[in-house]
């Protein structure tokens, strides 16, 4: 009882506000990612982008149509990535690094979702076009 009544000493006044607040605070991201992909059509089309060392190599296209593939690609010297397409999903089958973090990230769908193998400098993120904002070409601007 003694060593619960030294720790009740070490709790100020407002600490339990500053919890509260840092609790409500970590539900941000959540939110804001939440609201970024709800904007996504129906029309729109999905696709990911494989980038490499922050150079975008292969874009493909995630839908029921697109047949089954795997890719491998060399970002170094002794370095692999074998990547899985089939129908809407992608990901990362294989590799040679050493924790296998993006292997283990499985199959990826939906928007903004990412595979990242940072030892390989590979990124898969999963994208989204929006057909309703495309550029009109015939636009006149006044001078």
Not at 112 to 138: M, N, Q, R, W, Y
């Amino acid at each position: 009882m003694k060593k619960f009544k030294n720790q009740l000493e070490l709790v100020r006044p407002f600490d339990g506000i500053i919890v509260i607040l840092l609790l409500l605070g970590s539900f941000i991201p959540l939110i804001i990612f939440g609201y970024s992909t709800k904007n996504i059509d129906e029309d729109s089309s999905i696709y990911a982008v494989v980038i490499i060392d922050g150079e975008p190599v292969k874009e493909i296209e995630l839908s029921e149509d697109t047949s089954h593939e795997t890719f491998t690609f060399y970002p170094s010297e002794g370095q692999y990535n074998i990547i899985e397409v089939d129908g809407t999903k992608i990901r990362n089958k294989e590799d040679n690094s050493p924790d296998q973090i993006a292997v283990k990230t499985g199959w990826i769908s939906k928007p903004g979702e990412t595979a990242i193998c940072l030892p390989h400098k590979l990124i898969i993120e999963v994208k989204a076009t929006d057909s309703s904002k495309e550029t009109d070409d015939d636009v006149i601007i006044p001078l």
